[in-house]
C-alpha cells in the first residue's frame, strides 16, 4: 500500500506560479514512477505529466510542455509539480498517483492516487 497526500493547490491570477506536493507513505516511494493527474469540472481526468523512479525520464502532455516542471525527492518520499505561466485552463483538480505498469499517460497504469488538491487560475 502507499497513500498519497496531495498539497499546495489554490487560487491564482492568470500568469501566476504554483507548486503542488505529493506526500507518499507505505511501501517504497523510490520504487514507484509517479505521474500527475487533473480533471476539470465536466471533463475527464486527464494526463499531466510523469516523472521515473529515478528522475532521469520525464513526459508531459503537450498542453503543460515548457510550463510545468515534475520533480522528486526520493530521500523525502515527495513528488512535486511547479506550474508556472499558469491559464485559467488550467483549472482543476489535481491528483498524483503512483505508477504500477503500462503507459504512462493511461490512468489504468496507476495503482494509488492521491485525493486530489483545487487548483483554481482566475483570468
Known amino acids: 500500500q502507499v497513500q498519497l497526500v496531495e498539497s499546495g493547490g489554490g487560487l491564482v491570477q492568470a500568469g501566476g506560479s504554483l507548486r503542488l506536493s505529493c506526500a507518499a507513505s507505505?511501501?517504497?516511494?523510490?520504487?514507484?514512477?509517479m505521474g500527475w493527474f487533473r480533471q476539470a469540472p465536466g471533463k475527464e481526468r486527464e494526463f499531466v505529466a510523469y516523472i521515473s523512479w529515478s528522475g532521469a525520464n520525464t513526459y508531459y502532455a503537450d498542453s503543460v510542455k515548457g510550463r510545468f516542471t515534475i520533480s522528486r525527492d526520493n530521500a523525502n518520499d515527495t513528488t512535486y509539480l511547479q506550474m508556472n505561466s499558469l491559464k485559467p485552463e488550467d483549472t482543476a483538480v489535481y491528483y498524483c498517483?503512483?505508477?504500477?505498469?503500462?503507459?504512462?499517460?493511461?490512468?489504468?497504469?496507476?495503482?494509488?492516487w492521491g485525493q486530489g488538491t483545487q487548483v483554481t487560475v482566475s483570468s
Open positions: 507505505g511501501r517504497t516511494f523510490s520504487s514507484y514512477a
Open positions: 498517483a503512483a505508477h504500477y505498469s503500462g503507459l504512462y499517460f493511461r490512468m489504468g497504469s496507476y495503482d494509488y
